[in-house]
């Protein structure tokens, strides 16, 4: 099994190097991650600048690459740059959970996103809280093996995954409401940061990603690339189009 391993924490992220090791038991693993973080690159891509990319030295019998530019771009170089075609594409894991409406910014799942927009035909974006990073590496034989057992590729290609610490039950989700929003704050002069607070309303839905991972469970949600409202589109199109 051929597999590309991608990030949005950058290519020394701990999550990128657990993720590896753990997927090398699984087959050839090559990995491409940014230089630098880039959370919050959502499916970004530069088509302005050259940008950088190089080979580093990462674990024993991987090939890695370190990409001045955007998770998304890691996937294309993958797919693009080097001509090759992947069984696996994983994502991660994440230092933060990418979840709720924050989907839409996450640049580990833009990088699966841009995947399978290429053709990737099995894709997974993994996600935690800061303080779980070792802990959930051990809950992926379990994940995966869910994922396997039930067939989901074969439903659809891409999916999002968020494991909570305590990891009770495995929950397939849908993209829940708002997990945090930002103030401006100004840091001086001209100077703002957007600092995030929670704003989690709790509907006690475990259909919600949301709400199983903040419970304690572990969140699968499938997602698609797809942007048009299909039920809209339908309605429309039977009155309107000529």
């Not at 708002?178 to 103030?183: E, F, M, P, T, V």
């Amino acid at each position: 099994m051929k597999i590309l391993i991608v990030n949005d924490d950058g290519i020394h992220a701990p999550g990128i190097m657990y993720l590896t090791k753990w997927a090398q038991k699984l087959g050839d693993v090559t990995v491409i991650a940014p230089k630098r973080e880039q959370s919050g690159k959502s499916h970004s891509i530069n088509i302005v600048d050259s940008f950088e990319i190089k080979t580093v030295d990462f674990l024993p019998g991987v090939k890695a690459y370190r990409v001045d530019s955007s998770p998304s771009d890691c996937s294309r170089f993958g797919i693009l740059g080097l001509k090759q075609e992947y069984d696996l594409v994983l994502s991660g894991i994440n230092n933060g959970y990418n979840m709720g409406r924050d989907i839409v910014y996450s640049g580990t799942v833009g990088a699966i996103f841009e995947a399978c927009s290429l053709g990737a035909k099995r894709a997974i974006a993994v996600s935690t809280c800061p303080s779980n990073l070792d802990q959930a590496i051990e809950q992926m034989d379990r994940v995966y093996d869910f994922i396997l057992k039930n067939d989901l590729f074969s439903y659809n290609p891409l999916y999002n995954v968020n494991i909570s610490p305590e990891s009770e039950q495995i929950y397939i989700t849908r993209q829940g409401g708002a997990y945090y929003l930002d103030d401006f704050v100004n840091q001086g002069g001209d100077l703002y940061k957007q600092c995030g607070k929670m704003v989690f309303n709790d509907k006690n839905d475990y259909s919600l990603d949301t709400d199983a991972v903040l419970h304690g469970h572990i969140s699968i949600s499938p997602l698609t690339v797809e942007r048009t409202n299909v039920d809209v589109f339908r309605r429309l199109s039977e009155q309107l189009n000529p």
